[in-house]
């Protein structure tokens, strides 16, 4: 990859970030940010991003390139907002560790290695960034390569379970983008 090329790339991570950063819409307190940034395309815009606030209103951001692009928002109801947060809970996504996660994943190589089974991995290089109201306020991380990552390590519970909450969040960004 030539130097400029990956100039341009840290130039638009900085910046995916800075947006990612933003935490308030109209004062309401962010309980849930979630944004996946697309790494096949070289576009200032180029992630998918959602934010929960604590009085339910979510707001969906689709990049120019998706078929679905534009900005949507809606209100949930306390029941949909809190079946929602309690299952982020409830799959880990308030305790994720991606150092703890990557450690696990090499581990896992090394045994398969050793045992000279062949294993081939599958991943995207998108990345994953998520913040969400924790125990000790804000719990923040990025994951690069989930889906690939998840699917060739199963035995990782606490990956397996952040691609499952990232997939209902997908789902829900569908349903919000429908209405």
Do not use: C, K
Request: aromatic share 8%; glycine share 6%; net charge negative.
């Amino acid at each position: 990859m030539s130097g400029s090329l990956r100039l341009m790339l840290l130039l638009l991570t900085v910046f995916n970030q800075q947006l990612f950063a933003q935490s308030s819409l109209n004062g309401a307190q962010l309980i849930l940010e979630y944004q996946r940034v697309i790494s096949m395309v070289a576009e200032q815009d180029n992630a998918m991003r959602m934010q929960v606030f604590a009085d339910g209103r979510v707001h969906v951001h689709y990049p120019a390139i998706s078929r679905r692009a534009g900005d949507y928002e809606v209100s949930l109801d306390a029941a949909a907002l809190n079946r929602l947060m309690n299952s982020m809970y409830t799959l880990g996504v308030a305790e994720f560790d991606p150092s703890g996660v990557n450690e696990e994943i090499r581990q896992f190589s090394r045994e398969a290695d050793a045992a000279s089974r062949l294993r081939l991995v599958r991943t995207d290089q998108d990345m994953t960034y998520i913040r969400i109201l924790a125990d000790r306020g804000m719990h923040e991380f990025g994951y690069r390569g989930l889906r690939g990552h998840s699917e060739s390590f199963p035995q990782v519970n606490s990956l397996v379970d952040l691609s499952a909450a990232v997939q209902q969040l997908d789902s829900l960004m569908r349903e919000i983008s429908r209405q």
